[in-house]
């Protein structure tokens, strides 16, 4: 497990600035669909964006932050489930945090 702890996070807004205050991602089929941004931050080098369906009862999507090659913010899956497992945690740890007691 990787060492992610609350004091590392910066918060940031580059997808908002980008593009507002939702985006439309497309699934493998050529789907769209429409995600309100909720929170992006940072660890390290590495950016995150946590996304919401908007009248959807369905859990947060938690995507990468990466640059395209002319400097403007994309998104892309997490591959790694051990990776989108801690960022997760962190997340929540952040949004509802509690005594560990």
Do not use: C
Request: proline letters at 4%; zero cysteines; glycine letters at 8%.
């Amino acid at each position: 497990m990787t060492d992610f702890s609350a004091d590392q996070v910066v918060w940031s807004s580059k997808l908002k600035e980008t593009y507002g205050e939702t985006v439309e991602l497309e699934d493998e089929q050529g789907e769209s669909s429409v995600y309100n941004i909720i929170a992006e931050f940072e660890i390290g080098d590495r950016g995150y964006a946590v996304l919401g369906s908007p009248g959807k009862d369905i859990e947060d999507e938690i995507m990468h932050i990466v640059f395209s090659p002319d400097g403007l913010p994309e998104l892309e899956s997490i591959e790694d489930d051990e990776e989108w497992e801690d960022i997760s945690e962190l997340y929540d740890e952040l949004t509802f945090p509690g005594d560990d007691a």
